[in-house]
């Protein structure tokens, strides 16, 4: 048996992860010239400079931690990964870290103690609904299951602000599905399961990660294993007969596969099919883009002991995520300078947004202007779709197609999470169904 996975982002490089440690044939084409997707790390005047700003959450449970843990090494965060020590969250003129369990809780500064008794008993309904309860609600926004919960508006930009970073998009347009996702996971309702969440010695957030060497680090950390990836390579066309996948053509060469997967954006998907016709559900996708403000410092200005702040907006709008990467990784800049980014989704006018955002900076960095040596502004896709109501992951495609032997994989794929999470998901679901269809 061979296997063709086209696409080397974080979807294509798990499942070959995957194939590989389950000896199973295979090769990654890919049409750029590094593998990673977003999952990359470029020099730019001497700064190591990520698609963006990103940690890998969930250290204990998240699909991309198990899944490197179980195939590459169960020590690697420990290895390769600094932690992040928490979120710090600013709201008017208050801030405080974001509460790990009830006792911190009790005592988040930017809840009321009014408010704070509605966020625990919300808590407690996602803990019940868990990520599978979600799907009878398939198309509801976080607001709509939300709203009976949320007292004063300072509780409202707060969820809305943990909407932005887990869907993409305000509280009023992001999955329900998604944000119980980023709160809760799904486990059998009981007290142990209880206290683990909001237990005095709770942790709900387990823990994030960046790695060593900046983002690129990811996928390096996948090639060490020995991927077989053909770099420059665009797949021009798959090849289907009588309803069953034949190969590839690249460059008008044929090359014969058993199994072809596909990480590359959905909706181009029929385009390719040379012989055949895909008769899966798409959902409307709307592109996933953000923006950031990397900032370079000859000397350490700030010392955050690898917190990330976040400032969020007194309305509705995307909060502003900013991060002294430096703090994780003294190698992303030259010897004693600094590296600070931040990030917003791109949602409004780019202009606008940016002078919101360098005052924003101006907040957590006073005078910031006057000590900067290295400017960059970075436009990227975050990921492949937004993560709206309609694009729950109870909406997306299954990664199994109607063609025999033909499978999908990443971020706009049935899978839950977002990002590198979500892709490595989405592989598991992929591994799962060829193990039953080839009776592996």
């Keep these: 048996m061979r296997a063709i996975i086209i696409g080397s982002g974080m979807g294509g490089l798990c499942t070959g992860l995957i194939l590989k440690k389950n000896g199973i044939d295979f090769v990654i084409y890919e049409k750029e010239d590094h593998p990673g997707g977003s999952f990359w790390t470029s020099i730019y005047k001497g700064y190591k400079i990520d698609t963006g700003l990103h940690m890998l959450t969930r250290g204990k449970t998240g699909e991309l931690p198990v899944l490197m843990r179980e195939f590459i090494d169960k020590d690697i965060f420990q290895k390769e990964f600094v932690s992040q020590k928490a979120y710090r969250f600013f709201l008017g003129d208050k801030n405080d870290v974001i509460p790990k369990n009830l006792s911190e809780l009790l005592k988040f500064k930017l809840l009321n103690s009014s408010d704070r008794m509605k966020f625990l008993k919300m808590y407690l309904h996602f803990l019940r609904l868990g990520r599978s309860g979600t799907e009878s609600y398939s198309d509801m926004t976080s607001y709509g299951y939300a709203k009976k919960f949320i007292g004063s508006d300072n509780m409202l930009y707060f969820l809305n602000a943990l909407c932005w970073m887990s869907t993409g998009c305000n509280i009023k347009e992001g999955a329900l599905e998604r944000f119980v996702d980023t709160l809760v996971r799904d486990k059998e309702f009981s007290f142990d399961f209880i206290m683990k969440h909001i237990g005095k010695k709770g942790d709900a957030t387990e823990g994030d990660w960046y790695p060593v060497g900046g983002l690129k680090r990811v996928p390096e950390l996948f090639m060490d294993q020995g991927l077989d990836v053909k770099l420059n390579n665009e797949v021009e066309k798959i090849v289907v007969e009588d309803n069953k996948v034949k190969g590839v053509k690249i460059s008008g060469k044929f090359y014969p596969s058993d199994i072809v997967i596909y990480d590359g954006m959905i909706s181009n998907l029929s385009s390719l099919i040379e012989g055949g016709e895909l008769d899966i559900k798409i959902p409307k996708q709307d592109d996933y883009e953000a923006i950031t403000i990397w900032l370079g410092f000859d000397q350490k200005i700030a010392s955050w002991d690898r917190e990330s702040r976040i400032i969020i907006q007194n309305n509705l709008d995307s909060p502003h995520w900013g991060v002294f990467l430096t703090d994780f990784d003294p190698g992303l800049a030259p010897e004693g300078h600094q590296l600070f980014g931040m990030s917003a989704i791109l949602h409004k006018?780019?202009?606008?947004?940016?002078?919101?955002?360098?005052?924003s900076i101006e907040?957590?960095?006073?005078?910031?202007?006057?000590?900067?040596?290295?400017?960059?502004?970075?436009?990227?896709?975050?990921?492949?779709?937004?993560?709206?109501?309609?694009?729950?992951?109870?909406?997306?495609?299954?990664?199994?197609?109607?063609?025999?032997?033909?499978?999908?994989?990443?971020?706009?794929?049935?899978?839950?999470?977002?990002?590198?999470?979500?892709?490595?998901?989405?592989?598991?679901?992929?591994?799962?169904?060829?193990?039953?269809?080839?009776?592996?």
């Excluded at 006018?349 to 005052?359: A, F, G, N, V, Y």
């Design 363 to 440: 907040k957590l960095i006073p005078d910031y202007k006057d000590k900067v040596v290295f400017e960059h502004i970075q436009v990227d896709r975050a990921e492949k779709t937004l993560q709206k109501a309609e694009n729950s992951m109870w909406n997306l495609p299954e990664q199994k197609t109607n063609i025999e032997g033909l499978y999908v994989v990443g971020t706009d794929t049935k899978a839950f999470g977002s990002g590198g999470t979500m892709c490595a998901g989405s592989a598991r679901r992929c591994w799962n169904f060829i193990k039953k269809d080839y009776n592996l």
């Design 349 to 359: 006018d780019k202009e606008k947004l940016i002078e919101e955002m360098k005052e």
